[in-house]
């Protein structure tokens, strides 16, 4: 597990003011995979993926200890500017949340940041509703609301609006625990189509989910990294008995 | 008594003390038009509305506010134009942007800010505002619209700010997540996703602050001059219609047309009020209801 890693954590403790939310963590996530985040509630590994693109920073009170390295550079580092490194990595949500804004303006929103010309503009909100698989959907209704959209078709805008900004890694904290099983379907066709040019961290609570969708799985328990390996190792032969019993649904 | 009996009876209970404000609205109303209606079998509404002279006490005496309309009007706009800016920023540091500490002192001095009575307001603005701009910009006199925008604007802040701030909290966390997480830094989130999202609300904050300013009477009548002329430049005196019916009131005879033209005004005064409220209720759902999508 060596190869092309694009993130290196290593030794990461996190609190939320005095409480460890998480302890010692040390792991890479390989480039190009789909790797998945499991275990109970309030393991920390929502968290986890929320310190990968400085979220958490927007919480006040919290500390990091140890360093995230993102192709070689600690992300932490003080002269890093978290603005730059969420334009990196960006982030889906559990619960859609696309902007009161039109369609268009929801995936123009980050390229306009950035200062994309309204040249490129359109192509970009076009190849990126493309990419989500929703510009069949909402092609004729681009100056409509988003929030007219059904609940996996905002989901997918959220991916598009993530997407524009072109980024190397995507987020995604439960993306389809908010969402109906054809939509959660489409969901993770999509995620399998995305892995080809992104690498993707996703945190889920169902398990036939990260089983179905990931190359890689970690499992979380009280804030600590039990068990880490590819995804068909974790749910046929996992090592760790505590890996089993979670897996297995004799807890969490 | 059974437990049903009682149930009904609390519930007429409640019932009435909620319609006790509304039929003491009805009767206000009632009473504002009985008194003020009878002018108009002497003076056509065009001519108290749009004419140019405020002669209540010469014979024959003209009945004219538009002067006092303007007045009024131009005060509430100018006190609008000041505490805007001033509400709303205020309302966004505070919401979004002040640590925890600043933010609860600030609330507090701005709640404070709203307690002080108007014609402490109206001291401040004769006794230090006017004396001082009369000097520095070398005017006839001190009190005039400037200073009475001033004061009005200083009433309508707190008004403004607070309700801004309730609509600026009420923007789900999501929204602000999703900015951050595209890489747009907290000014760009507030500028672009927060402020949309609270426009309603803010439009709102503004309406009611407006009518706040044009209501208010004691301001108006110690800082404003007291002038019936249309104003040819912000620093002349203007005579706002609140301040016409306080001052006036206690010299005209019972059921005079005077004091009939005082209860008109009233109307008038009440209408825009309601005009300012109504339009602040329809902003605020329309909003609501379609979101701010083409924003």
């Known amino acids: 597990m060596e190869s092309n890693a694009i993130i290196s954590i290593n030794r990461v403790n996190f609190y939320y003011g005095a409480v460890r939310a998480l302890t010692d963590i040390s792991m890479k996530f390989r480039k190009n995979k789909v790797t998945a985040l499991i275990g109970p509630s309030g393991c920390g590994k929502s968290t986890l993926l929320r310190l990968l693109n400085r979220m958490n920073d927007l919480i006040d009170g919290t500390r990091v200890e140890g360093e995230i390295l993102f192709e070689g550079q600690n992300i932490y580092a003080p002269d890093v500017d978290p603005v730059e490194i969420r334009r990196k990595i960006g982030m889906v949500f559990q619960k859609p949340n696309p902007f009161p804004k039109t369609i268009y303006n929801n995936i123009a929103y980050g390229p306009k940041l950035t200062g994309v010309n309204a040249g490129d503009l359109d192509a970009l909100v076009e190849q990126s509703l493309k990419q989500a698989v929703l510009w069949d959907e909402v092609k004729d209704i681009m100056s409509k609301s988003a929030m007219n959209l059904s609940g996996g078709q905002q989901q997918r805008l959220c991916i598009a609006r993530a997407l524009a900004m072109k980024p190397d890694i995507l987020l995604m904290d439960e993306p389809t625990s908010a969402l109906d099983p054809i939509s959660t379907a489409k969901i993770e066709e999509l995620i399998e189509e995305l892995k080809k040019d992104y690498t993707i961290i996703i945190v889920t609570h169902n398990m036939q989910q990260a089983a179905r969708i990931s190359d890689e799985t970690a499992f979380f328990y009280i804030g600590n990294l039990i068990e880490y390996n590819k995804t068909e190792k974790i749910f046929t032969k996992p090592e760790v008995k505590q890996t089993e019993d979670y897996i297995t649904g004799r807890f969490g | ?295």
């Open chain 2, 1 to 295: 008594m059974n437990r049903q009996t009682k149930e009904i009876i609390i519930k007429y209970i409640f019932l009435l003390f909620a319609l006790v404000s509304v039929i003491v609205l009805g009767l206000i109303v009632f009473s504002l038009f009985r008194e003020g209606l009878p002018l108009f079998t002497e003076v056509s509404v065009k001519d108290f509305l749009f004419g140019m002279e405020w002669y209540p006490t010469y014979d024959p005496p003209s009945f004219g506010i538009f002067p006092l309309i303007v007045g009024s009007l131009i005060v509430t706009l100018l006190a609008t134009f000041i505490a805007v800016p001033l509400g709303v920023m205020a309302a966004i540091y505070i919401s979004e942007i002040a640590p925890q500490a600043i933010k609860e002192t600030l609330k507090s001095v701005i709640e404070l800010l709203a307690g002080l009575p108007s014609v402490v307001l109206g001291f401040f603005g004769m006794v230090i505002v006017a004396p001082w701009m009369q000097e520095t910009f070398d005017l006839p006199t001190g009190l005039n619209i400037v200073n009475a925008s001033v004061i009005l604007a200083i009433m309508a802040i707190p008004t403004i700010s607070s309700i801004s701030e309730d609509a600026l909290y009420a923007v789900p966390r999501e929204f602000k997540d999703a900015s951050y997480a595209l890489g747009a830094t907290k000014f760009e989130t507030i500028v672009k996703v927060i402020l949309p999202a609270a426009m309603s609300g803010i439009s709102t904050a503004v309406m009611l602050g407006m009518a706040r300013a044009i209501g208010e009477t004691m301001v108006v009548l110690m800082v404003a001059g007291g002038a019936a002329a249309i104003p040819e430049s912000l620093f002349d005196s203007v005579r706002p219609m609140p301040a016409s019916i306080a001052a006036e009131m206690g010299e005209t005879p019972y059921r005079s047309s005077h004091y009939s033209a005082l209860f008109a005004i009233g109307i008038v005064l009440f209408c825009l009020t309601l005009a300012f409220n109504l339009i602040a209720d329809y902003v605020s759902h329309k909003f609501r209801q379609i979101g701010s999508g083409t924003l």
